[in-house]
């Protein structure tokens, strides 16, 4: 999982402010996953992508919005149609893309809005 | 679509006892439970998985069992150390993506 990297670690943005969290991997997977978490929520999942130029949304994807055209990159914007964005962003990769493939996770974002 | 349910969500114990934690989950399709440990402020870790073609696999102090008639999967750890304080995500295949249950956070107390 040392592979996987996202930046900032910490982030502010101002109420109708769009930001971009940095996730890039360097295993040569194919899948990524971006996953919110908030405290007793667990895990949810935002936006994945099993190929380039390819995503698909995930359970929360409203107010969110990705694009992979590198392999190795999966940025997701947070815009202002996002009404509750303070949460801590995750990104994850796997090897394949079968859900039988386990998915490493990057070190994570703390968004806050200010 | 697939629905994991975990518990409990806090569980406290002495260092030295054993701790379980299980979940629960819908699709009888799925096949692949992976168990993470997530320390405060840092990236869930995969500590031990199952496949559904075996009922129990061990790691050390970990072990994970599975009962597919009744749907659900659970982590024991045995010999609980201060260092095994986290949370414990379980998770199981949900179409082409996993999800994830709430989380348990586990306390050892020495």
């Known amino acids: 999982d040392g592979g996987i990297t996202q930046s900032p670690k910490y982030l502010f943005r101002k109420e109708g402010q769009n930001v971009t969290l940095s996730c890039e991997q360097n295993?040569?997977?194919?899948?990524m996953y971006w996953y919110r978490q908030d405290p007793g929520q667990g895990l949810r999942l935002i936006y994945y992508s099993q190929i380039v130029n390819d995503f698909q949304k995930g359970d929360i994807a409203e107010g969110y919005s990705v694009s992979r055209e590198k392999k190795e990159s999966f940025p997701l914007t947070v815009t202002s149609a996002q009404k509750n964005p303070t949460a801590f962003y995750l990104c994850a990769s796997s090897e394949g893309v079968s859900t039988l493939d386990t998915q490493y996770f990057g070190p994570g974002t703390r968004l806050t809005v200010l | 679509g697939e629905n994991v349910e975990q518990h409990p969500s806090t569980l406290s114990v002495q260092e030295g006892d054993s701790a379980v934690i299980k979940c629960t989950y819908s699709?009888?399709?799925?096949?692949?439970f992976p168990w993470y440990k997530q320390e405060l402020g840092k990236r869930p870790q995969l500590i031990i998985d199952i496949r559904s073609n075996v009922g129990e696999k061990k790691d050390q102090r970990i072990a994970v069992t599975l009962n597919k008639t009744a749907k659900h999967f659970s982590l024991h750890i045995t010999e609980t150390q201060p260092e095994d304080s986290a949370v414990y995500f379980c998770a199981a295949p949900g179409g082409t993506a996993l999800i994830f249950g709430k989380g348990t956070t586990l306390s050892v107390s020495s």
């Open positions: 295993l040569n997977h194919d899948a």
């Open positions: 699709d009888s399709a799925s096949n692949y």
